[in-house]
Structures are given as structure tokens and as C-alpha cells.
T-cell receptor, first 113, second 113 residues
Framework: EAEVAQSPRYKITEKSQAVAFWCDPI?????LYWYRQILGQGPELLVQ????????DSQLPKDRFSAERLKGVDSTLKIQPAELGDSAMYLCASSAGVNTEAFFGQGTRLTVV | GDSVTQMEGPVTLSEEAFLTINCTYT??????LFWYVQYPGEGLQLLLK?????DKGSNKGFEATYRKETTSFHLEKGSVQVSDSAVYFCALSDRGSNYKLTFGKGTLLTVNP
């Protein structure tokens, strides 16, 4: 069964360091999302791609976060420098198009110390 | 903007008890409504959805009905099992927000044998 792959599953980093997460969506899925889920909260959208173009990055803290999907397939989310408040689960999701079911990966659990 | 308010947890039930988790929403457009489930250490899985008023979504014994007049989408199950223990998220998406998912804060359900 096709699934969204994310790596790493867990990451511990020191504050002020750089960290990167990778996501490989389900093959053929044009829409890719990065969500951040703080413990005890619901996921919040960071960035949405349609193919290689950013559709919505209004909630992405652009001073330290960046995201790219260069060939419209896999995607990387980077944080530099990491802050203690960035500790959270980072979820990637993909869908065949807008307004179709989004499938989520297992997430990357980030701990900043 | 869009928002979702769901019943705060945690909810603790005995096996075979009846479950209701309340969810209400605010949206500028005519949203689609979803319930997602998150098992410990896992990503989110779509449980059920409804795309128009009076639609009933159902899956694995869970049901929810899209009530436009009360802007609600309450989740119900007639007889819960220990395996239903998880966090449940109500969510919406609509055209005005590029169909991104807006989530509630989640409700932790624990079912005891």
C-alpha cells in the first residue's frame, strides 16, 4: 500500500543548530503539505505545495524555516537556527489534488535541547 | 477565518460504552468536514468525512452527520472497544483556504476493558 514516507522519525538537536526533515509523498500526488503539531494541540499548516509551487506559506516562520520541493516530488523542510519552542511533531501529507483526501506520514518528532 | 472547536478531553470509557465527541466549526465558505484518528506514535489517519449538509460519514462503527444549521459534526460510536483508544481530531477544509485542513485541538479517548 502506498504511503507517505518521512525521515528521520526522531531528531534531537541543540538550539541554534540547523535541522532538516525529508518527505516523499505518494507517487503521483501533486499536493504536499507540511504541518506542525505541538504536544496536546492539533496540527497547523506550515506550507502547502502544488507541484513545485508554494500555494500557502502564510504560517511559516520565514526568518528560520524554509521549505522546498524542487522537482515537484519529494520535499525538505529546514529550520535554522532551531529554538526550544520548535520542539514538536512535523507531519507531511500529500493528496492527488486540492480537495481530495490527504494522507499523512508518521511524522518526525523534533526535540530541541 | 476557519476554526474548529472540539470537546476537551480526556474521555475515559468502559468497553462497550457509547461515545460522543462534540465538534463545531466556523468557516467562511461551505466546508468539507473530517474526523481523523491518531494512534500513539503514529501519523493521522482519515476516519470519516462528509462534504455537504446532512451527509453522514461512517467507518469502523463510527458515524458523524454534517449539520449545517448547528455548524456541527459530532462523532459517535455505539459500542467502543479498547482498540479505539487514540486521539481524535475534527477538521475542515474549504475552497477559500486552498483546501488546507484546519484541525481542532484533539480529544484523547481511553477505553478500559
Amino acid at each position: 500500500e502506498a504511503e507517505v514516507a518521512q525521515s528521520p522519525r526522531y531528531k534531537i538537536t541543540e538550539k541554534s543548530q540547523a535541522v532538516a526533515f525529508w518527505c516523499d509523498p505518494i507517487s503521483g500526488h501533486a499536493t504536499l503539505y507540511w504541518y506542525r503539531q505541538i504536544l496536546g494541540q492539533g496540527p497547523e499548516l506550515l506550507v502547502q505545495f502544488q507541484d513545485e509551487s508554494v500555494v500557502d506559506d502564510s504560517q511559516l516562520p520565514k526568518d528560520r524555516f524554509s521549505a522546498e520541493r524542487l522537482k515537484g516530488v519529494d520535499s525538505t523542510l529546514k529550520i535554522q537556527p532551531a529554538e526550544l519552542g520548535d520542539s514538536a511533531m512535523y507531519l507531511c501529507a500529500s493528496s492527488a489534488g486540492v480537495n481530495t483526501e490527504a494522507f499523512f506520514g508518521q511524522g518526525t518528532r523534533l526535540t530541541v535541547v | 477565518g476557519d476554526s474548529v472547536t472540539q470537546m476537551e478531553g480526556p474521555v475515559t470509557l468502559s468497553e462497550e460504552a457509547f461515545l460522543t465527541i462534540n465538534c463545531t466549526y466556523t468557516a467562511t465558505g461551505y466546508p468539507s468536514l473530517f474526523w481523523y484518528v491518531q494512534y500513539p506514535g503514529e501519523g493521522l489517519q482519515l476516519l470519516l468525512k462528509a462534504t455537504k449538509a446532512d451527509d453522514k460519514g461512517s467507518n469502523k462503527g463510527f458515524e458523524a452527520t454534517y449539520r449545517k444549521e448547528t455548524t456541527s459534526f459530532h462523532l459517535e460510536k455505539g459500542s467502543v472497544q479498547v482498540s479505539d483508544s487514540a486521539v481524535y481530531f475534527c477538521a475542515l477544509s474549504d475552497r477559500g483556504s486552498n483546501y488546507k485542513l484546519t484541525f481542532g485541538k484533539g480529544t484523547l479517548l481511553t477505553v478500559n476493558p
